[in-house]
């Protein structure tokens, strides 16, 4: 599972929920060096037929009804990201003068001190925790991941908890956990480098976590905000990182956590800001981040093989500053729509219900649920059978489309109502 993935289990057999949104702006969806990417649903089939997976490694992509998955491809990049990209690539630069302008421009977008372009979301945690452990000293930078110092413990409340919180172990660090807000401000100590909180903490997600420590569970009153951790390590003088890697547009505003005094924040450069999916952001404190440019590639510290080429450094600047010109309400509305377009066409499937629900982010999923008499298949079943079908429809137990193109979310319906009418007729429904 992928933190930033939102999904989970809908709770057992006959139940799938759907989140239905669009990762690609499908007023914009064209592709660098090609014609536009068609609109028409039989012209993306036979794409999804024919292409470049197909053609090279026989590999058929599958209509894309989940989040942006990394394991599943992650996002789309936008067609001027694309088209940057590629005219980089014409050029050479000096990787350390590139970084440092870069870093500058980015700042100036997120009003920031400083920035840093990481390889991902995960890099930049790693780096981010590194610089917290290190600071300037190069003899620091050369002994991690094994600091021999006492100011080596990265504190997380427990509801701030994931999987991949493992970054701050991969820098050096250990990891105390704290359950209570007396508890919490009570484990701070001299041996505290850094305090770690995860943006999503704070908000419900429509969907329940398949582990305790795989997502947040709801906010409630035992679960610290990110102020609040922002509040007491400014006031206790420990840094604090906060994770908002994958939360746009929805989730965070770009500079929400920055602006309430976070040291250091993390941010996909794909997913929601649809650059390149192997760029990330870290952003701050200047100090703090020339400790973690001192850490990153191309330097030789412990960020030497988490590389980002100048294509991918240009494209996320591009990407970033289309994003902070991007009408983002406009945006989600169109998920919206797409969602109520879905559920309609999918409202006479004998013995299957689309129900549009409101989600915790503010636009609307559509949640199906069938009749197991009707049509007599488990979750595991659909998953199994969409998968396999043409063209293929991927999703992780709950299906969101923040991927789809325009075009795209009618094959996912279409693919959805002929796969489950043909399960009720083989069952006699």
Same mark, same amino acid.
Not at 269 to 290: F, H, N, T, V, Y
Not at 385 to 408: F, H, K, N, Q, S
């Given at each position: 599972m992928d933190r930033r993935a939102f999904l989970a289990l809908s709770g057992g057999a006959g139940s799938l929920t759907l989140g239905l949104a669009a990762c690609a702006d499908p007023r914009s969806p064209g592709r660098a060096g090609a014609d536009e990417f068609p609109t028409d649903?039989?012209?993306?089939?036979?794409?999804?037929?024919?292409?470049?997976?197909? *053609?090279?490694?026989?590999?058929?992509?599958?209509?894309?009804?989940?989040?942006?998955?990394?394991?599943?491809?992650?996002?789309?990049? @936008?067609?001027?990201?694309? $088209?940057?990209?590629?005219?980089?690539?014409?050029?050479?630069?000096?990787?350390?003068?590139?970084? /440092?302008? @870069?870093?500058?421009?980015?700042?100036?977008?997120?009003?920031?001190?400083?920035?840093?372009?990481t390889s991902g979301g995960f890099s930049a945690m790693v780096l981010g925790a590194a610089g917290c452990l290190t600071g300037t000293d190069s003899d620091r930078v050369h002994a991690l991941p094994r600091p021999t110092w006492d100011r080596t413990e990265c504190l997380i409340q427990t509801p701030h908890r994931f999987d991949y919180d493992r970054a701050y172990r991969d820098a050096g660090m250990t990891i105390v956990e704290a359950a209570e807000r007396g508890a919490f401000e009570s484990a701070? =100590?001299?041996?505290? $480098?850094?305090?770690?909180?995860?943006?999503?903490?704070?908000?419900?997600?429509?969907?329940?976590?398949?582990?305790?420590?795989?997502? @947040?569970?709801?906010?409630? =009153?035992?679960?610290?905000?990110?102020?609040?951790?922002?509040?007491?390590?400014?006031? *206790?003088? !420990?840094?604090?990182?906060?994770d908002m890697a994958s939360d746009l547009p929805t989730g965070v505003g770009l500079r929400e956590y920055l602006e309430a005094g976070a040291d250091?924040?993390?941010?996909?450069?794909?997913?929601?800001?649809?650059?390149?999916? =192997?760029?990330?952001?870290? $952003?701050? /404190?200047?100090?703090?981040?020339?400790?973690? *440019?001192l850490?990153? =590639?191309?330097?030789?510290?412990?960020?030497?093989?988490?590389? !980002?080429?100048?294509?991918?450094?240009?494209?996320?600047?591009?990407?970033l500053e289309r994003y902070v010109a991007l009408d983002t309400d406009e945006w989600v509305a169109g998920w919206t729509e797409m969602a109520r377009s879905i559920a309609s066409e999918l409202s006479d499937v004998a013995g299957l219900r689309a129900e549009v629900v409101e989600n915790t982010a503010g636009y609307l999923d559509v949640e199906l649920t069938w009749d197991t008499d009707v049509i007599p298949l488990t979750s595991d079943q659909a998953k199994e059978?969409?998968?396999?079908?043409?063209? *293929?429809?991927?999703?992780?137990?709950?299906? /969101?489309?923040?991927?789809?193109?325009?075009?795209?979310d009618v094959l996912v319906a279409r693919r959805l109502r002929d796969f489950f009418s043909a399960a009720a007729r083989g069952a006699g429904g």
């Open positions: 649903p039989d012209e993306i089939a036979a794409l999804y037929a024919d292409n470049i997976y197909t *053609r090279l490694l026989g590999v058929r992509p599958h209509l894309p009804a989940h989040e942006h998955v990394s394991r599943l491809g992650g996002g789309r990049m @936008a067609p001027e990201v694309i $088209a940057a990209m590629a005219e980089a690539n014409d050029f050479f630069v000096d990787m350390h003068e590139l970084g /440092r302008t @870069a870093g500058e421009r980015i700042a100036d977008l997120m009003g920031a001190e400083a920035a840093l372009v701070i =100590s001299e041996r505290t $480098a850094m305090i770690a909180g995860l943006a999503a903490a704070e908000r419900q997600t429509l969907f329940a976590p398949p582990a305790p420590t795989h997502w @947040a569970p709801p906010p409630d =009153s035992t679960v610290m905000t990110n102020r609040e951790l922002i509040e007491i390590g400014g006031r *206790r003088g !420990v840094p604090v990182l906060v250091l924040v993390v941010i996909s450069g794909g997913k929601g800001l649809r650059g390149p999916q =192997s760029s990330g952001i870290l $952003a701050g /404190r200047a100090d703090l981040i020339e400790a973690a *440019r850490n990153a =590639s191309p330097n030789d510290g412990i960020g030497r093989g988490m590389k !980002v080429g100048k294509e991918e450094i240009i494209g996320l600047i591009v990407a059978g969409l998968l396999v079908g043409d063209p *293929r429809l991927a999703y992780l137990m709950t299906i /969101r489309t923040r991927c789809l193109r325009e075009g795209e």
